[in-house]
């Protein structure tokens, strides 16, 4: 497994509607586990997330924390999401 860089950059959600408060944004895979999608440098993020994705970014030491908060069982390391499942796809919130 690759080792994860100091700093990382997380896909976040957006709590409400109108709001400026952040989550991370979890994924179910194929086979039904939570993932933490987590990015080694914008460009990736932007890259294979889209434009319209808020994020942030941490140290990857603060993870087990988010792990401990959420309960995501894996972390994806610069994956692709699908155009279609991205924040401001048609269907999707931007």
Not at 13 to 29: C, K, P
Not at 31 to 50: F, P, W
Not at 67 to 80: H, K, P, Q, S, W
Request: charged share 25%; proline share 7%; glycine share 6%.
């Amino acid at each position: 497994m690759r080792e994860l860089p100091p700093y990382v950059y997380l896909p976040c959600a957006a709590v409400g509607q109108d709001d400026t408060a952040l989550t991370v944004d979890l994924r179910r895979t194929r086979a039904g586990q939570v993932a933490l999608l987590v990015y080694s440098a914008l460009d990736r993020l932007v890259d294979n997330c889209g434009e319209k994705q808020p994020w942030t970014v941490l140290p990857a030491t603060d993870l087990e924390r988010i792990r401990e908060a959420t309960g995501f069982e894996l972390i994806l390391l610069d994956m692709c999401i699908p155009e279609h499942l991205r924040h401001g796809a048609e269907g999707t919130p931007s």
